[in-house]
């Protein structure tokens, strides 16, 4: 449009955005920053002073390693260790159990694991055998780094032994006899792999807790087994019972018809000695009045003779025989009567 004016205000006032005021922090705390700090320095000092020290009970071993590097063993008691360079590892040395064969459920029953306690015998059959091993960690170093499962080793190298020392029995044998034998074989094996190998644990005992064949068949006919044996075993011992209770009084028989005959041997070498004396002397009457001792020795004789002859009347043509002494028993009875 002609003649029309444009005006064009301009506005004075500062249109640049001022900024907020700065707050102040740390203006509603009650403690200022420096306490704060402090307490968390003391704090950290307190955690850092409590994490060196450590107990060891009665049962443990402390093994302090720094750098991976082993620095000591510690045994019961309170210790120090540096901080964040030392490391400490406790270890249980009392005496734990595990089975062979076997294992234990939460409820406390044992169950027989599928092929772990079947075993082959010498004269190839099988044999169902458990064992129960004891064990402790005798030196906690070598149970720590020398091996990564200590207890897993123990367990195949028990199972080598039992296996290889089973093979040289019979399956009778082994049910039967000779278990004891073959713990005390086991665990000598046992303990001889454990110090070549060196894992830091040691077998304190192992014993057969069953042995029986696999099947229920043969579990009955080796039961009718070993009831024959125990019978065997009870004929034998009362075969010995009877023996020792008759060997002492034959024995004593022995000693007493022993001692009867040597009295009779004494007797009689005593008898034997007084006739000979009593001849000697006779002789030597003899030799000084021959008749008279002659006669003597006659009347002593007959003195010795004739009351046990008896006498027997006969008329010498008939057969008929009196005995003198039933007609003297006779009158002796009728003299007896009169009185």
């Known amino acids: 449009m002609d003649g029309e004016v444009n005006f064009t205000v301009h506005d004075n006032e500062d249109k640049t955005p001022k900024k907020p005021p700065k707050k102040k922090l740390f203006k509603n705390l009650p403690f200022s920053p420096i306490l704060i700090i402090a307490a968390v320095l003391v704090i950290v000092v307190i955690s850092v002073i409590s994490g060196s020290f450590y107990r060891v009970d009665e049962q443990e071993t402390a093994v302090v390693t720094m750098f991976g590097k082993h620095v000591r063993s510690d045994t019961a008691g309170l210790y120090f260790k540096i901080p964040f360079l030392q490391k400490v590892e406790k270890v249980d040395t009392t005496i734990h159990g595990t089975g062979l064969g076997y294992a234990v459920n939460n409820d406390g029953q044992s169950f027989a694991l599928d092929t772990e306690g079947i075993m082959i015998t010498s004269d190839f059959n099988l044999i169902d055998i458990d064992f129960y091993m004891e064990y402790r960690v005798s030196d906690p170093v070598a149970y720590l780094y020398n091996s990564r499962d200590p207890e897993l080793i123990l367990k195949n190298m028990a199972l080598a032994a039992i296996r290889s020392t089973v093979i040289d029995y019979t399956v009778d044998d082994a049910i039967t006899v000779g278990k004891s034998q073959i713990q005390t074989q086991v665990k000598q094996k046992l303990q001889e792999a454990l110090a070549e190998e060196n894992i830091g644990l040691q077998v304190v005992n192992i014993t057969v807790q069953d042995a029986e064949p696999p099947t229920q068949e043969i579990v009955g006919a080796f039961k009718a087994v070993e009831t024959a044996k125990q019978g065997k075993d009870t004929a034998i011992n009362n075969a010995k019972q009877y023996q020792n209770e008759q060997i002492p009084a034959a024995e004593a028989n022995a000693d007493k018809i022993i001692q009867s005959a040597e009295a009779n041997k004494q007797a009689r070498i005593a008898e034997a000695e007084g006739q000979v004396a009593r001849f ?43 005995p003198v002494e039933s007609f003297a028993a006779a009158d002796k009875k009728e003299e007896e009567g009169q009185q």
């Open 280 to 322: 000697n002397a006779m002789y030597d009457q003899f030799k000084l009045n021959p008749l008279i001792t002659k006669q003597r020795m006659l009347y002593e004789t007959m003195e010795e003779v004739l009351p046990n002859v008896k006498i027997v009347l006969t008329d010498g043509e008939t057969q008929t025989m009196y």
